[in-house]
């Protein structure tokens, strides 16, 4: 992952030096909606929808109860 917008200090998590993220595959896109659909009703924040990116992944993205991005990927 190559993010130019990552800086040395900062207090927004996973915009830092070190990990940005975790990244999980659940092997399809119907489990990506589900699982994410069973975070936020289970309360969790949903900081990125279920979508096509760019660079052609079908992903969503949690913060853990921790605020960490957890990636959930096809």
Known sequence: MHRP?????TSQRGLIT???????SVGSKEMVDL????????GFTIAG??????????ESVV???EGNLVEITE
């Open 5 to 9: 917008d990552i800086v040395s200090q």
């Open 49 to 58: 929808e279920p979508r096509t990116t760019g660079d052609g992944y079908y």
């Open 63 to 65: 913060l853990d109860t």
């Open 35 to 42: 699982l994410t659909q069973r975070l936020r009703e289970d």
């Open 18 to 24: 070190g990990i940005a993220h975790l990244a999980i």
